[in-house]
């Protein structure tokens, strides 16, 4: 079965550092988009990184520009959302999800990993 575990949430300090990791599993990997979601306690879920299949391309939303770094290594099979400058509404639980080139909605789901940013 298709599985995408993430991984590497924790609590952090504000302005700290951290860095998700996300294995998957299943699937080729190499064929699927890659974005992670994160979604705090009523708030909808909100995409804050998507990378191409190959890498090439990636991007964020105005909200974590400049500080979250989404990368994947397809021989690992694992993508990475890196988080700089970490601020108390960064609070959430990150999810990893897949999605096929030709799918208008990504598939494949983690279960999510939670990070705590304090002030």
């Known amino acids: 079965q298709v599985q995408l575990v993430e991984s590497g949430g924790g609590l952090v300090q504000a302005g700290d550092s951290l860095t998700l990791s996300c294995v998957v599993s299943g699937l080729s990997f190499s064929n699927y988009g890659m974005a992670w979601f994160r979604q705090a306690p009523g708030k909808e879920r909100e995409q804050v990184a998507a990378i191409t299949t190959n890498g090439a391309h990636t991007s964020y939303p105005d909200s974590v520009k400049g500080r979250f770094t989404i990368s994947r290594d397809n021989d690992k099979n694992t993508v990475y959302l890196r988080m700089d400058s970490l601020k108390a509404e960064d609070t959430a639980v990150y999810y990893c999800?897949?999605?096929?080139?030709?799918?208008?909605?990504?598939?494949?789901w983690g279960q999510g990993t939670p990070v705590t940013v304090s002030s």
């Open positions: 999800a897949a999605k096929g080139k030709i799918s208008i909605r990504y598939e494949f």
